[in-house]
């Protein structure tokens, strides 16, 4: 009988321990179920964080040709603006650019420019010269620069370089926030930091 309460016990603290392990690995398993969806929400919130504002960016820069082919008229070199473009647009439309259609486009850009320069307007030569410029660079540029830090880092410097140049232009940093032809070009100039400020920042995270 002592025999036989002995081997009970013992199977009973056997199967005691077998179960306290099973809970504890199953906890276990739940925390880090538990962090890998909180790093990968996170990661997802910072990657649509990035795509959203990389469509201001390259909105912005848009906005900002259209105003100096229209009413902005300085001596500020915006044609820097392609490249921001150039390194800010979003993966997929530089993709559809880059393809066959981007390729046509830019066939009849060079048609028009070449045979009837009378018919081909001013206006149109900076967007010519981007869709020339994103079918026609190389896959370092297009494929390795675009999705780094360097092409981030020249997007602020663009940005940073243009912002000064508007304030000199427009008398100082209170004129370009306070006359009415300043201040959409300010905030067209001010948004074009969003995305490589974002972009520095989540790549150090």
């Known amino acids: 009988m002592i025999g036989g309460k002995t081997n009970f016990l013992a199977m009973k603290t056997d199967d005691s321990a077998v179960g306290d392990l099973l809970s504890s690995d199953m906890k276990d398993i739940g925390n880090a179920v538990k962090k890998l969806a909180d ?9 649509f964080g990035t795509s959203f504002l990389k469509w201001v960016a390259a909105v912005a820069a848009i906005y900002l040709l259209i105003l100096d082919r229209t009413n902005w008229k300085t001596n500020i070199l915006t044609s820097l603006l392609i490249p921001y473009i150039f390194f800010s647009l979003p993966s997929w439309l530089f993709g559809l650019l880059r393809g066959e259609v ?21 206006w149109l030569e900076l967007p010519g010269a981007l869709i020339l410029l994103i079918v026609v660079a190389p896959g370092f540029f297009a494929d390795t620069l675009r999705g780094s830090v360097v092409g981030v880092f020249v997007c602020l410097v663009i940005g940073c370089y243009l912002l000064q140049e508007h304030i000199r232009a427009s008398g100082g940093f209170r004129n370009s926030f306070t006359k009415s032809s300043g201040i959409s070009n300010s905030i067209g100039i001010l948004l074009l930091f969003l995305y490589p400020v974002w972009a520095l920042v989540i790549s150090f995270i």
């Open 39 to 47: 790093h990968a929400i996170k990661l997802g919130g910072l990657g």
């Open 102 to 122: 981007g390729k046509w486009i830019a066939l009849i850009a060079v048609v028009l420019r070449l045979f009837f320069p009378r018919r081909f307007p001013d």
